[in-house]
T-cell receptor, first 115, second 112 residues
Framework: DSGVTQTPKHLITATGQRVTLRCSPR?????VYWYQQSLDQGLQFLIQ???????AKGNILERFSAQQFPDLHSELNLSSLELGDSALYFC??????????????FGAGSRLTVL | DAKTTQPNSMESNEEEPVHLPCNHS???????IHWYRQLPSQGPEYVIH???SNVNNRMASLAIAEDRKSSTLILHRATLRDAAVYYC?????????????FGKGTLLTVNP
């Protein structure tokens, strides 16, 4: 157990639907990162939050949004789902915002299947 | 972003040492070299990182070339549980980039 908790572990839904993935960071970690992993794209960085504020954005679609709450947990919202959104979604956390040696701790992931 | 180049796959035998290479010829002076690995059906996990000097921890050793254009992750005695995809990543240079950018990595197969 890495200390980063992601729910749900598995989710099956239909095209056009909306889902929310939840992440609780490791105790004491202020920064949360979201990554998407699909078979053909590898691990793609989506977005990062630090202490409630968005700090970095990657290749995140406009249909996707995220936020980090005062208790530091984060949610990734995926809407108007398409077949191509089927993937593993990982959350990671770290203590600091930056720093050359900043180490990420990943959760076990949420597997999304869009039918 | 500075890029890394790794072999797509490597094979090793159990209890033998494994040397996983990584080339990063465009590395900047302030880039740290990070290694993560991803076991089947799990999230990536941190292995080791370094800047200029060789580093050792309980999981592995990291050997960094003097010109820093390449590095090698060393698993001293491979076990079946070391079978995973190993990612060599440069911590994006500059204080404004916070993300770690993962490439394709090296798929390590360990034979019993």
């Amino acid at each position: 157990d890495s200390g980063v908790t992601q729910t749900p572990k598995h989710l099956i839904t239909a095209t056009g639907q909306r889902v929310t993935l939840r992440c609780s960071p490791r105790s004491g970690d202020l920064s949360v990162y979201w990554y998407q992993q699909s078979l053909d794209q590898g691990l793609q960085f989506l977005i990062q939050y630090y202490n409630g504020e968005e700090r970095a954005k990657g290749n995140i679609l406009e249909r996707f949004s995220a936020q980090q709450f005062p208790d530091l947990h984060s949610e990734l919202n995926l809407s108007s789902l398409e077949l191509g959104d089927s993937a593993l979604y990982f959350c990671a956390s770290s203590v600091r915002l930056e720093g050359w040696a900043n180490v990420l701790t990943f959760g076990a992931g949420s597997r999304l299947t869009v039918l | 972003d500075a890029k890394t180049t790794q072999p797509n796959s490597m094979e090793s035998n159990e209890e033998e040492p494994v040397h996983l290479p990584c080339n990063h010829s465009t590395i900047s002076g302030t880039d740290y070299i990070h290694w993560y690995r991803q076991l089947p059906s799990q999230g990536p996990e941190y292995v080791i990182h370094g800047l200029t000097s060789n580093v050792n921890n309980r999981m592995a050793s990291l050997a960094i070339a003097e010109d820093r254009k390449s590095s090698t992750l060393i698993l001293h005695r491979a076990t079946l549980r070391d079978a995973a995809v190993y990612y060599c990543i440069l911590r994006d240079g500059g204080g404004s980039n916070y993300k770690l950018t993962f490439g394709k990595g090296t798929l390590l197969t360990v034979n019993p």
